[in-house]
């Protein structure tokens, strides 16, 4: 089985402050993690991905993550928050071998200006 | 490029009505999801196809739910007949063979139904 924990239903930090998501996950076997962002009513939009490689993955809009498989974490970060980083986040995991993702609850984002 | 498109957006009903949700996929993606968002229950996987053929209904809730993929341009969620505990967004995605084995799923907007 897999899971998704999202620990922090909100995050609220200052506009120019660093932001992080927190996420942990259990997988049976080797884990792809991902990270979603869901603007006020629109869909789901892939913001990055973990398949193997490098634990520090970059993606869009200035945010990455880090895998860290001793802890079973993928934490999202951004340096410098924006206003307009303001969203529902959720992380994600899938087994290799498995087509299902498992999504988090979610965290919701708030950055004031 | 048009990404997924799904109708209607928003959809008011009675209980007991007959509701459809419709998914244009992304052309050339032979995987489809049907999603369910709740604020109690997050996000659930109602049903996969990959190539038009239902893989994984395990998600469905009930007989009253069922889905179809007519062809790889289309495909529609039906639930009938329909009860106020039925009132969530309902999301369509998919993806191509590739990018579904490494999870990179692209959402439509969402279909918010509201069942009376």
């Known amino acids: 089985a897999q899971s998704v924990a999202q620990p922090e239903d909100q995050v609220n930090v200052a506009e120019g402050n660093p932001l992080t998501v927190k996420c942990t996950y259990s997988?049976?076997?080797?884990?792809?993690l991902f990270w979603y962002v869901q603007y006020p009513n629109r869909g789901l939009q892939f913001l990055l991905k973990?398949?193997?490689?490098?634990?520090l993955v970059k993606g869009s809009y200035g945010f990455e993550a880090e895998f860290n498989k001793s802890q079973t974490s993928f934490h999202l970060k951004k340096p410098s928050a924006l206003v307009s980083d303001s969203a529902l986040y959720f992380c994600?995991?899938?087994?290799?071998?498995?087509?299902?993702?498992?999504f988090g609850a979610g965290t919701t984002v708030t950055v004031r200006a | 490029d048009a990404g997924v498109i799904q109708s209607p957006r928003h959809e008011v009903t009675e209980m007991g009505q007959e509701v459809t949700l419709r998914c244009k996929p992304i052309?050339?993606?032979?995987?489809l999801f049907w999603y369910r968002q709740t604020m109690m229950r997050g996000l659930e996987l109602l049903i996969y196809?990959?190539?038009?053929?239902?893989?994984?209904d395990s998600g469905m809730p009930e007989d009253r739910f069922s889905a179809k993929m007519p062809n790889a341009s289309f495909s529609t969620l039906k639930i009938q007949p329909s009860e106020p505990r039925d009132s969530a967004v309902y999301f369509c995605?998919?993806?191509?063979?590739?990018?579904?084995?490494?999870?990179?799923?692209?959402f439509g907007e969402g279909s918010r139904l509201t069942v009376l």
């Open positions: 052309s050339g993606h032979n995987s």
């Open positions: 995605a998919s993806s191509s063979t590739g990018q579904a084995n490494t999870g990179e799923l692209f």
């Open positions: 997988v049976s076997g080797n884990p792809y």
């Open positions: 994600a995991v899938r087994d290799i071998g498995d087509y299902k993702l498992s």
């Open positions: 973990y398949i193997t490689g490098d634990n």
């Open positions: 196809f990959n190539n038009n053929v239902p893989i994984d």
